[in-house]
Structure formats: structure tokens, C-alpha cells
């Protein structure tokens, strides 16, 4: 099988070693090429262009994110066995492990020739293949996982960046329905993210907790999170410029405030700022079940 891997990059610290642990494959039949310093959309468009563009060449594409350094040198190896075995499947993706919440994440992917993107207006969840539902999807996090480290060594303006993607997942301003099973699933990360730096106190992750709480707080849209972005360059120098004890301090205030709340009620609380009518029903569910969850717990204690 020949593989052509695919990376994006715009300014990570991983870019060098994510280079480096693709070349040391032992498996040498592969291609790769880079997708550099293009807008989020843009560079995300491009990418699935060119695999597409190259389906009569390459068996399978490999997306890898220019923070992600592969685990093993045998990764590819790895990948080809399992399409051997399981030539049905379209969608290969392969948990991580994330430096940010410190757990696999879901983010590796790898593609069959027959998958197919389509180009339209969607600037939040870019990698949505076409008729999506047509496709066999597989999530590993077991037999090929953990498939790379995620953002091992993450630069100041990176670790904000991560927290400000993670707000626009979140609330998605400018798009125009709320995918609420997505917000879950981000709101998630930022959960773990606040409970990694209560344990280790880092500064890269009170940026990225601070990152997250300035994309919700100001309603940050799309075009925020290109890394070029006049408003995300200036935001993080105003916090750049203070003491990182200062950064820590009120990453710390954040973060018990967050753990103060109960379930997902304060995601809910947010997301009313959003769509008011749907945040207020998911607002009274989760508030409704931590009152019952809270009353039986009480129940059982006494029985």
C-alpha cells in the first residue's frame, strides 16, 4: 500500500520532531507534504483537495497535525497491517495523547482513497467528509493508540490558541445551528484541562485555560483562531506581558470557579448567551439532574 501524509503547519514547536518521526518510518512507501501557514479553512480545504486530487495514486492518507509527533517508528507499518485486515474501512481514527488534558484524545486519522470532502461554508468543524454517513468509521483508542504525543512542547501563544479553538468549538459563533453534541465534547477538554493544571500548576496550561475563558467571555468567532489573527496576536501579548505567578493566579480563579459548578450547568449557563432557547432547556435538564442525582444520593446514603 503507498500512503501520502498530509501535515499542516503554521507556527507549532512540534513541527521539527513531527517531521522527524515521519521520515524515520521504516515503511518507505509513503509520500507526504505540507500545508503551511494558511488560514484554519484554507489550509484545511487544501488539504482534502490534494488527497482527493490523488486518489488514483495513494491507497491511503494519513492527516497528521503539524503538533502531533508519531509514538512509534512502526506506526505506518502498523496502519497498513490493519487496512489489510479491514480494507472496509473509510475512516480510520486513532486516539492521541494530549499534553493539554492529559489523556488520549481522538485526532489521527487515517483515509481510504474513497473518501470525499466537500467544499462549503462550515469554518468550525472543517473535516466533515461528504455524505459522511456512506463511510465506515472506525475509533480506535486501544489496538494503534496512542498513535503520537499532541502538542508535547506547546509555545506560550500555542497553549493560548488551544484554549481559544477549543471556546469557539464551544459556543460557535457564526455558525448558524448550535451543534450541542459537540459543545459537550469540547467543554469536556476544557473539564480536563482545568483539572491537569490544578495538579501540576503550568503555565502553559493556565494560558490555554485563560485562552478559553477570553474566546467565551468576548465571543470569539472563527477567524479569531487563524494564527495570524490581529485580535488573538494582541489579546495574547496584553496576558504575554504579565508575570506568569500573575497568568497561574487567575487561571487558578477560573479553574474553581469551573469545578464550583455542577455537571455541565455553567456550559449550559453559556451557551444561553448563545441560543437562548435551547441553552435554557439544557440549562433546566442538567439543573433538574443534578437535583434528582443529588436527592437519590442522599436517599441511598441513609438506607
Known amino acids: 500500500m503507498k500512503l501520502l501524509v498530509g501535515i499542516m503547519y503554521c507556527i507549532e514547536n512540534e513541527f521539527e520532531q513531527c517531521i522527524e518521526s515521519i521520515k524515520k518510518q521504516p515503511y518507505k512507501e509513503f509520500d507526504h507534504f505540507v500545508v503551511e501557514k494558511l488560514p484554519n479553512k484554507k489550509a484545511h480545504d487544501q488539504l482534502y483537495r490534494t488527497f ?3 486518489s488514483d495514486n495513494y491507497d491511503l492518507f494519513v492527516k ?10 512502526t506506526f505506518f507499518e502498523e496502519v497498513v497491517e490493519y ?3 479491514n480494507p472496509d474501512t473509510d475512516d480510520l481514527q486513532i486516539s492521541v495523547y494530549d499534553y493539554f488534558t492529559n489523556r488520549l484524545i481522538y485526532g489521527l486519522h487515517i483515509y481510504s482513497r474513497r473518501m470525499k470532502w466537500h467544499q462549503d461554508n462550515e469554518n468550525i468543524f472543517v473535516d466533515w467528509p461528504e455524505f459522511h454517513q456512506k463511510y465506515k468509521r472506525v475509533d480506535d483508542d486501544i489496538c494503534l493508540a496512542p498513535a503520537a504525543f499532541h502538542c508535547p512542547n506547546p509555545s506560550k ?4 490558541h488551544y484554549g481559544m479553538h477549543k471556546a469557539v468549538k464551544i459556543t460557535q459563533y457564526g455558525r448558524g445551528n448550535l451543534r450541542h453534541f459537540a459543545c459537550i465534547v469540547h467543554w469536556d477538554n476544557i473539564l480536563k484541562l482545568v483539572k491537569n493544571f490544578q495538579n501540576k500548576n503550568d503555565i502553559a496550561l493556565a494560558l490555554a485555560i485563560i485562552g478559553a475563558y477570553e474566546g467565551i467571555k468576548k465571543k470569539y468567532t472563527p477567524e479569531v483562531i487563524n494564527f495570524n489573527n490581529e485580535i488573538a496576536i494582541s489579546n495574547f501579548h496584553i496576558w504575554d506581558s504579565i508575570q506568569n505567578n500573575a497568568i497561574i493566579s487567575k487561571a487558578k480563579q477560573i479553574s474553581t470557579f469551573v469545578t464550583l459548578m455542577p455537571n455541565n450547568l455553567l456550559l449550559e449557563i453559556i451557551l444561553f448567551r448563545r441560543n437562548r432557547y435551547k441553552g435554557l432547556k439544557h440549562a433546566v435538564i442538567q439543573l433538574t439532574k443534578y437535583i434528582l442525582e443529588n436527592k437519590l444520593a442522599k436517599y441511598q446514603k441513609k438506607a
Not at 64 to 73: N, Y
Open 52 to 54: 482527493m486530487g490523488n
Open 83 to 85: 487496512f489489510n485486515h
Open 64 to 73: 497528521v497535525d503539524e503538533d502531533m509527533v508519531l509514538v512509534r517508528d
Open 157 to 160: 501563544f500555542q497553549a493560548f
